[in-house]
């Protein structure tokens, strides 16, 4: 157990909708990652966030947005939901955001299947 | 921004024998350079890691190189066993921020 909590682990839903994942990072971890993997593909880093603000952006597209709270859970929100869109999708947490390099914590994943 | 390539995509190797994966890099201020072994159907889970100011590092069956100049690094694994049948990914970050992951390659260890 890694200490990284993601729900719902499983999601089906139809094209067009709008779904939440939700992201509980470790115990003390400041930083949190978000990362798409389609079918046999690798992780394509979408988003990170440092206490609360946004410190990285990679590869998300603008139907996706995502935010820390801050109690430092995250939510990643992808909307107008295309086939492509179907993933596992995973988040990481680490100790910092920068000045010091540590290693990421990755939940299970919350597959989201669109039909 | 950082680009990581990884090589092979797909690697098998007999039981007993090492395997070796290489990665490039593209952003020189790219400082630390983890490995992730995942297993089917599970999270991906940190094996090894180097920062910029050592060239390997070893831990057990695994060791792991880094060539600053040329911006790769290497993973091997030697003695490999079944339980090392699966994907493996580097990845490039700078101070722990915007890890970039490469494409991983999938592992086989034939019995």
């Known amino acids: 157990d890694s200490g990284v909590t993601q729900t719902p682990k499983h999601l089906i839903t139809a094209t067009g909708q709008r779904v939440t994942l939700r992201c509980s990072p470790r115990s003390g971890d400041l930083s949190v990652y978000w990362y798409q993997q389609s079918l046999d593909q690798g992780l394509q880093f979408l988003i990170q966030y440092y206490n609360g603000e946004e410190r990285a952006k990679g590869n998300i597209l603008e139907r996706f947005s995502a935010q820390q709270f801050p109690d430092l859970h995250s939510e990643l929100n992808l909307s107008s939901l295309e086939l492509g869109d179907s993933a596992l999708y995973f988040c990481?947490?680490?100790?910092?955001?920068?000045?010091?390099?540590?290693?990421?914590?990755f939940g299970e994943g919350s597959r989201l299947t669109v039909l | 921004g950082e680009n990581v390539e990884q090589h092979p995509s797909t690697l098998s190797v007999q039981e007993g024998d090492s395997a070796v994966i290489k990665c490039t890099y593209s952003d020189s201020a790219s400082n630390y350079f983890p490995w992730y072994k995942q297993e089917l159907g599970k999270r991906p889970q940190l094996i090894i890691d180097i920062r910029s100011n050592v060239g390997e590092k070893k831990d057990q069956r695994i060791a792991v190189t880094l060539n600053k100049t040329a911006k790769h690094f290497s993973l091997h694994i030697t003695e490999t066993q079944p339980e090392d049948s699966a994907v493996y990914f580097c990845?490039?970050?700078?101070?722990?921020?915007?890890?970039?992951f490469g494409p991983g390659t999938r592992l086989s260890v034939l019995p």
């Open positions: 990845a490039a970050s700078k101070y722990g921020q915007n890890f970039v």
């Open positions: 990481a947490s680490s100790v910092n955001a920068g000045g010091t390099t540590g290693e990421l914590f």
